[in-house]
């Protein structure tokens, strides 16, 4: 494998591609608008379907269709326009259809801003349409993570025939890194989508693809199957990383995406001045990894758990019922487009250290 230099909407773009992606369904929204303007070149180079829809609400039915014939699909959006996905993400939920969708975050509420943020984690954790369903969600900090979370994404949503969210911050789409692509992609053998996909019923019999059970017993019977599956997900499919938890850590510092790269380069510079912070980055929103958060934020040396975000406070309330009060969690947030700093990282981790009051736009989660 070759490095090659690319922006990160470019990356995730020829990363779908190597992932056998067949078709893909956009509508312009910033900051992820070069994944189209990618792929509108790429996509009929590889003998794939590239379609702009009038809207965000016809690509995500168009994802429908066509992830009803059983070939790989997906789109790309940015949260307002993921906003206009989610009752066909619903559908296709309790549809069983696999299907990739990626969102480049920015600003909210409502039309916000086009610079960085993490303030749809509610919208992707906790499911933005209606109904009892899950989507399986993953979080990449770096450009080489976008490609092999987006190439694991489309494997997941075949494997569990449902959608799967990839969502990072506008830097992660803007960003350029080095990345490597593999030579020869191969993936474990998933069971036959000839099994139920709708692609002619010639020599058959007739399959409806549908979320609407009119009998109630035929819809809670679907609801639980569906729960099973979300289950099995919580089993198989948490992914976590640590970086530098030892036993002389005071704070453990819990952040996802890129928001936990500025978390590193803050907690090597505590450890020049001897201050010992760990991190804890959940790479899968959902499934949460909880048992492993609960284990780290714990230990006896932890003094107290802190969560960083580009929002609001919204994974702190995640991190907060996984610690069930074992120990303080303090929560700093900027919003808006504003991304921490390290300097202000620091500031936070110092005041936890001392038990001095810090200043900036935190609080405290007991």
Known sequence: MAKVLMKGNEAIAEAALRAG???YFCYPITPQTEVAEYLSKRMPEVGGVFLQGESELAVANMLF???STGKRIFTTSSSPGISLMQEAISYMAGAELPA????????GPGLGGILPAQSDYFQAVKGGGHGDYRVLVLAPSTVQEAVDLTM?????ADKYRNPVMLIGDGMIGQMMEAVEFPDDYQEPELPSSSEWAATGAEGREARI????????TGLEDNSWKLDRKYRQMIKEEVRSEKYKISKTNKVLIVAYGT???????AIDELEEEGIS???FRPISLFPFPEQE??????????????????STGQMVEDVQKVVQGKKPVEFYGRTGGIVPTPDEVKEQVRGIVSKKKTSGKSRKKT
């Not at 990739?100 to 600003?107: A, F, K, Q, S, T």
């Not at 693809?209 to 109630?216: A, G, M, N, V």
């Open 21 to 23: 992606a067949e078709g």
């Open 65 to 67: 269709g066509a992830a």
């Open 100 to 107: 990739v969708i990626i969102n480049i975050m920015r600003g």
């Open 152 to 156: 694991l994404s489309f494997h997941l």
């Open 209 to 216: 693809i549908k979320s609407l059970f009119l009998d109630p």
């Open 259 to 265: 928001m936990a790269r500025i978390c590193q380069t």
């Open 277 to 279: 912070v760990g991190l």
């Open 293 to 310: 958060i609960f284990k780290e934020a714990t230990k006896a040396n932890i003094k107290s758990v802190l969560t960083i975000e580009m």
